[in-house]
Nanobody
């Protein structure tokens, strides 16, 4: 079992930046593939970015490529999502998720989820 806690959300103007963090605890002896997903009001949850357990592989949704970067620090058991050039359409609750494996955008393969952090981008 692993617990995930997101932080770093907030209110930012369009064009600004935020860095989200996801701290993992519990069974950290296993290296998990990690993903970021988001859900805007009235919309389905969607994939944002994923990173393999070693950090050697990453995968991004087309909508965030070139603007968002996922990274991890395994010594700190933390995964990050650096978000630049934010747009109002990025407004959502962002969730991190963990899986035993690298499942990219397949959210059904992520059994562990955080509680989410709100990101609001004003125009």
């Amino acid at each position: 079992q692993v617990q995930l806690v997101e932080s770093g959300g907030g209110l930012v103007q369009a064009g600004g930046s935020l860095r989200l963090s996801c701290a993992t605890s519990g069974r950290t002896s296993i290296r998990y593939g990690m993903g970021w997903f988001r859900q805007a009001p009235g919309k389905a949850r969607e994939f944002v970015a994923a990173i393999s357990a070693s950090g050697g592989m990453t995968h991004y949704a087309d909508s965030v490529k070139g603007r968002f970067t996922i990274a991890r620090d395994n010594a700190k058991n933390t995964v990050y999502l650096q978000m630049n050039s934010l747009k109002p359409e990025d407004t959502a609750v962002f969730y991190c998720a963990a899986s035993v494996g690298f499942y990219r955008d397949n959210d059904s393969k992520y059994p562990y989820w955080g509680q989410g952090t709100q990101v609001t981008v004003s125009s």
